[in-house]
């Protein structure tokens, strides 16, 4: 598919990572924020947004959960992106230059063991592709940056060390957002749902909202709460579900989740990425 993606963050970010490896025929849009990106898809500039919204170590990403039911955008794909932490430094560096190392705050909570095998002192920067555009504006040796091989690729650095991540498994999740839906037959296999609702205030009332998926056999594989608008007693949840809502299952759910409900809003419906069915299917 032709046309430009939008991504927070500076080129080589890990969201630019993914929105390559999803749409490698797109041109990748870097844009200063998640609101930003979302703006882009609202105006018309770019087709659609990669936004994340967690991570398999990090956990969920702050403030996404409740940009989403805002945007007035709709989920139309999920991507999972393998984050693959490289250890980066200026043309003509060694292992044995390096004295700190850059990224953001939660890249260097993930690579802490080369940081203390290397002797490495951490420093915070605003983004991991920032930091690698830093360390090859700066040009000293003794500077290296943890980022990806796409952020090397770009700012010209020499990947010292590939992999130094702590934890094979750290990947994120991204919505693939669009200004309108794009609503797969109920028909087809392997379907994920994306909606958001918020329950009334009588006593057991989530417990009974949430029954109708147990009884009527639908997997939710993510389910979030958070304040609306700083008041304690006004939550929404933010749900993702397998199957598509005309479905006859997931169909009962909803209904009976409505009955329990101030709000049920359909945020998108669209196929369960691969990783997500290689991994034992939607789990």
Request: net charge negative.
């Amino acid at each position: 598919m032709n046309g430009k993606i939008a991504f927070q963050g500076v080129p080589g970010a890990y969201s630019d990572l993914a929105c390559r490896a999803a749409f490698p025929a797109m041109t990748t849009l870097p844009c200063e924020s998640f609101e930003t990106a979302m703006d882009a898809v609202r105006e018309g500039h770019v087709t659609f947004a990669m936004l994340p919204c967690e991570n398999s170590l990090a956990g969920r990403v702050p403030d996404i959960h409740h940009l989403l039911p805002e945007s007035g955008l709709f989920v139309v794909g999920e991507h999972f992106q393998r984050v693959e932490h490289c250890l980066l430094g200026v043309k003509g560096s060694t292992i044995d230059d390096l004295k700190r190392a850059h990224s953001h705050t939660v890249a260097l909570g993930q690579v802490r063991r080369i940081l203390r095998d290397l002797g490495l002192t951490p420093v915070i920067e605003a983004d991991t592709a920032g930091a690698a555009e830093l360390v090859a504006k700066w040009g000293n040796k003794e500077e290296a940056a943890i980022a990806s091989s796409l952020a090397a690729e770009i700012y010209g650095l020499d990947i010292l060390r590939a992999n130094v991540e702590d934890a094979a498994h750290n990947t994120t999740r991204f919505y693939v957002m669009a200004k309108r839906p794009i609503t797969p037959d109920a028909s087809t296999p392997d379907l994920m749902t994306t909606f958001v609702f918020r329950v009334r205030n009588v006593p057991a009332a989530l417990y009974k909202a949430l029954g109708g998926f147990a009884t009527n056999g639908v997997n939710m594989t993510k389910l979030e709460s958070y304040m609306m608008g700083g008041e304690f007693t006004a939550t929404q949840f933010l749900c993702d579900v397998d199957g598509h809502p005309e479905q006859p299952g997931l169909r009962r759910a909803l209904e009976e989740l409505s009955f329990f409900s101030s709000e049920v809003r359909i945020l998108g419906v669209y196929p369960a990425a691969a990783f997500r069915l290689a991994q034992g299917g939607k789990s």
